[in-house]
């Protein structure tokens, strides 16, 4: 038996014992794995900086390496969520639906645990803890598969937390990590009725490697190609605010405005005021031939260069903005199905009607009216921590909290009835 199936198999032991244990228990070791994590602050800080110096010995851009980074206030974070997570409801047991048929058959709905969760991940530790959390409330053992950059990190993590869990009673096994070769990934692919789903997160590359040669059924994070269209009936300082924040708040995450579309009729005023703050923010504006002609009215020039067709399907996760102007929003609307990765796209508008047919034309998992799109995230929407955002239409859509990590089971009882 290979090293990954016997993690596998120790996994779907542990399921058993995870998805009888009372939400009393679940929740304790919640709290000893928070406790845990900051009693050992110094060993998980120590572990990372070892990450750290060796992402930047390669060369890796600040934007990776400030993912990958800890400190106690993000170890201290960490622990905070697992807290937030032991004070959630519990989905399991959760009836979704329930009735007495006409012959008398009681018939219920029910949350239940997937069993065996595998998570593959890049760069940003605090997604250990996270993901172990999430799957723990909801019942599931997990797999953890980070990066290889993230190795000793996620290694001293794992291994705290599954010090806590077992402390509190429950198998250790239900957090495992995977080892980082590729033929150990290869294998957690492939390990069909052992694992029960796969959670993909990370680059494009990642996540369509996994979608592509799994056999385990997965559910797919997308990446984040977000844009803000700002309408001819915007409020243009609300638009410029809700604009630097979506790119600048923190341009290296999944939920940060890539690209900028600005209506015609409001494209000469808007864009003298934004490209300015765009680049003293120190955001390179990549623009279609409008952009860059109100682009050479600045002072900062150099920071507004020609778009490519490349440029308007890219995730940059950095301090980079494509930005085109349109003569509608029919025509906005085009840009986004062409372009976006359905994940969080905007319109600033004052019009109702503008905003009614927006949010009914744009098809991404979540759709947003005068405001930000780093809104899009479990714990600003209230669920708590979440394992992803996916960009798929099966089972879960956009941020995937506590009952994302549930499938159901149909319960029906009865008295002696037999079918005619």
């Known amino acids: 038996m290979s090293e990954i199936i016997e993690l596998c198999r120790r996994a779907r032991e542990a399921s058993y014992a995870l998805s009888a244990a009372s939400r009393a228990t679940k929740d304790a070791a919640l709290h000893a794995m928070a406790a845990a994590l900051r009693d050992n602050t110094e060993q998980i800080v120590t572990a990372n900086a070892k990450d750290v110096a060796a992402a930047r010995e390669a060369g890796t851009p600040e934007s990776t390496v400030d993912r990958l980074a800890l400190d106690p206030a993000r170890v201290d974070a960490m622990a905070a969520g697992l807290e937030q ?78 010090a806590a869990a077992a402390a509190t009673g429950l198998p250790a096994d239900v957090i495992q990590g995977v080892p980082g070769d590729r033929a150990a990934v290869k294998e957690l692919m492939q390990a069909r009725g052992l694992v029960d789903v796969l959670i993909p997160r990370g680059g494009a590359g990642l996540i369509q490697t996994v979608v592509s040669e799994s056999t385990v059924p997965v559910i797919e994070t997308g990446v984040g190609n977000c844009h803000v269209y700002v309408d001819s009936a915007a409020d243009l300082d609300l638009a410029l605010t809700i604009l630097l924040n979506a790119k600048t708040q923190r341009p290296s995450v999944c939920n940060a405005a890539e690209s900028l579309l600005v209506h015609a009729e409001v494209a000469s ?39 490519t067709e490349e440029d308007y399907g890219k995730e940059y996760s ?70 992803g955002i996916s960009t798929q239409k099966l089972h879960a859509r956009g941020p995937m909290g506590l009952p994302e990590m549930t499938s159901t089971k149909y319960i029906v009882i009865g008295d002696g009835q037999i079918r005619n």
Request: charged share 20%; proline share 4%.
């Open 85 to 162: 997570l032991a004070g959630l409801v519990d989905p399991v047991g959760e009836v979704v639906r329930g009735y007495t048929l006409p012959n008398g058959l009681e018939l219920r709905q029910v949350r239940v645990p997937f069993g065996v969760v595998g998570i593959i991940y890049e760069a940003r530790p605090n997604v250990t803890a996270d993901a172990a959390g999430i799957c723990l409330k909801s019942g599931n053992a997990v797999l953890l598969r980070g990066s290889s950059s993230a190795a000793e990190s996620n290694a001293a993590i794992v291994e705290v937390l599954r």
């Open 318 to 387: 950095s301090l980079d903005l494509s930005a085109a102007v349109v003569p509608s929003l029919e025509a906005a609307v085009e840009h986004i199905r062409r372009y976006s990765s359905s994940h969080t796209d905007a319109i600033i508008t004052r019009s109702q009607a503008a905003a009614r047919q927006f949010v009914q034309a744009v098809d991404s998992a979540a759709v947003v009216v005068n405001a930000s799109t780093r809104f899009t995230d479990g714990g600003e929407f209230g669920f708590g921590a979440e394992i």
């Open 269 to 307: 005023e808007f864009l003298a005021k934004a490209l300015p703050a765009l680049v003293d923010a120190g955001v390179t504006v990549h623009g279609d031939a409008e952009v860059v002609a109100a682009g050479k009215d600045i002072e900062s020039a150099a920071d507004v260069v020609p778009a």
